[in-house]
């Protein structure tokens, strides 16, 4: 009875499937796409026999041949001479017959087959039916992004690259009608914590389409081969969901230099990852957006032409960026801030680090039990952002003297020569970070001149210095040796011997001459240190304000 039936459904499915073929040779669309210049020059010839309109293409046919070209790079102009018909749709009703038939006749033999395994399972062991099978698209899937361009701040310039993108892939046939193509890979470059991962989430959401996330760390196995394997299975999967976006983050991982040295893993899944992306069609509309910030380390075949065809930079934001960012942070917090003074005092944060430091004043006002966020959570818990929560020194009170009279030179010196700073505190020991923005010669020295004042400052009042000094020192050290042998401002382009030792008790005794000018200024500040630990940089320049 069961082989009956088999052979029932399989002659209805056979026969089915003929009849769909059949109809599909006769009714597929077999013209020969032409251009603009093409189509000029057959109606020109007057070979045309039939002009047929469709909402998509008009079709031109010759005693011979059948051409279309897309409706709209033609205008009706074009054919006042010529019998026009306008297609009523009838294809497109048997075309959606023969899919209804072929859904409902699939729909009837995946039932059957149902039943048979359920039949089938009745009678295996259980051990059979408790084993997954492992399928390789089950394995990755896509993520749906819910972060929009909105949700990001300060990234205009950004913005305006990837809108062209995002529009591509709404309107694939405005830019292939045009002869244009997606770029197959968007490379975003920039420091850690701009928000690489954000953007390309956003271009996906923008974009409507699958998003693919992988970290490039994810493809490096132990196994020869299977990073290479992981690697097709991804773009298997997002080309069978098309159109959609890959995004690999830290691509350096997987996309090193090779260098000569044997790396057999390493390289199959470089080799994999080159030929994937090799082999997209322009009809896959699969994009790979790849996020690093070593691009120097990347292998020169995987940043050609053709493979990452666009790199974008992604900057540490700029004051008005941080702004907008701290702006989209701030909105469910009660605050009483000017965004302005914020974004001020956070030069150098990137945009995880804005939001770091929202949210620890938020916790720490809560702690505290106030009711709004103020500046005065900022300055507490910036520290903490930028390098970290340390236990504090439990300091006897000969110790905390050196410190106070320590951190006041650094501070008085710091305020002096107008160095970017907010407040410092006892405990803190670094007052201001360096960072990556060009500097002239007199602000190096202005900045190790404040790494010596602590020490200048302990030597003139004690004649002798703590050993937690040595951060500082190390730092100016650096900043000398930078000076004379990196950025030539030496007494020549090339340093003399002993040159740095001249440079830096020049700098020293400079430092000692204003900070004995600047006695009573010390005294004040280290009043202050006593009471409360903390003082802001305003305080200290009202005091430098009232002996000058």
Not at 320 to 327: D, G, P, T, V
Not at 348 to 361: D, H, K, R
Not at 454 to 475: P, Q, T, W, Y
């Amino acid at each position: 009875m069961l082989n009956s039936k088999t052979n029932r459904i399989a002659l209805y499915v056979s026969a089915f499937l003929v009849v769909a073929l059949v109809l599909f040779a006769i009714l597929r669309d077999n013209a020969k796409p032409i251009t603009l210049k093409d189509a000029v020059n057959i109606l020109d010839n007057h070979s045309v026999k039939n002009v047929i309109v469709t909402k998509e293409y008009v079709y031109l046919k010759t005693e011979n041949d059948y051409y279309k070209i897309a409706s709209s790079q033609v205008t009706p102009k074009m054919f006042v001479d010529y019998k026009v018909e306008v297609e009523t749709g009838s294809n497109v009703l048997v075309y959606l017959l023969v899919l209804v038939l072929v859904l409902g006749i699939g729909t009837l033999a995946f039932r059957w087959w149902q039943k048979r395994l359920n039949s089938d399972e009745y009678f295996s062991t259980s051990n059979k039916s408790s084993t997954p099978s492992l399928n390789s698209d089950g394995l990755i899937e896509c993520i749906k992004s819910d972060v929009t361009f909105n949700d990001i701040g300060g990234i205009s310039d950004v913005k305006m690259e990837l809108e062209e993108i995002i529009d591509f892939m709404k309107n694939p046939k405005r830019y292939k009608s045009f002869g244009a193509r997606l770029p197959k890979g968007v490379l975003l470059i920039g420091p850690p914590g701009v928000g690489k991962t954000m953007i390309a989430k956003a271009v996906a959401h923008e974009a409507g389409v699958p998003f693919y996330y992988q970290s490039g760390a994810s493809f490096v196995q132990i196994y020869v081969g299977m990073g290479a394997k992981r690697v097709h299975e991804l773009f298997r999967a997002a080309k069978n969901n098309s159109p959609s976006i890959i995004f690999i983050d830290e691509i350096d991982a997987v996309g090193k230099k090779r260098d000569g040295q044997r790396n057999d893993e390493r390289e199959a899944t470089l080799n994999q990852l080159l030929t994937e992306m090799d082999g997209f069609e322009g009809s896959g509309s699969v994009i790979v957006i790849a996020a690093t910030n070593k691009i120097e380390v990347l292998d020169s075949a995987l940043l050609r032409a053709g493979r990452f065809d666009r790199r974008i930079f992604v900057e540490l934001p700029t004051k008005m960026e941080r702004e907008a960012i701290l702006s989209k942070y701030l909105q469910k917090v009660p605050h009483e801030l000017d965004i302005k003074v914020v974004a001020n005092m956070t030069v150098g944060f990137n945009g995880a680090s804005l939001a770091a430091i929202v949210n620890e004043a938020a916790l720490l006002s809560l702690r505290q039990k106030d009711f709004h966020v103020t500046i005065e959570h900022f300055y507490q818990v910036k520290d903490k952002v930028m390098f970290g929560k340390k236990k504090l020194q439990m300091l006897n009170d000969k110790q905390k003297e050196y410190r106070i009279t320590y951190q006041a030179g650094k501070v008085v010196s710091a305020a002096y020569f107008d160095l970017p700073f907010e407040k410092l505190m006892l405990s803190n020991e670094k007052l201001t970070p360096m960072n990556d923005a060009p500097l002239i010669k007199h602000e190096l020295e202005s900045r190790i001149k404040m790494l010596l004042a602590g020490m200048v400052a302990c030597g003139i009042r004690f004649n002798e210095h703590a050993s937690s000094a040595k951060d500082d020192l190390d730092e100016a050290k650096g900043l000398v040796r930078n000076m004379l042998e990196d950025y030539g401002m030496g007494s020549s382009l090339i340093s003399t011997e002993h040159e740095e030792e001249i440079v830096m008790t020049r700098l020293f005794n400079e430092c000692e001459s204003l900070l004995k000018s600047m006695e009573s200024v010390m005294r004040k500040v280290e009043a202050i240190f006593y009471e409360r630990e903390s003082i802001t940089k305003n305080e200290v320049v009202q005091y430098i304000n009232e002996i000058l």
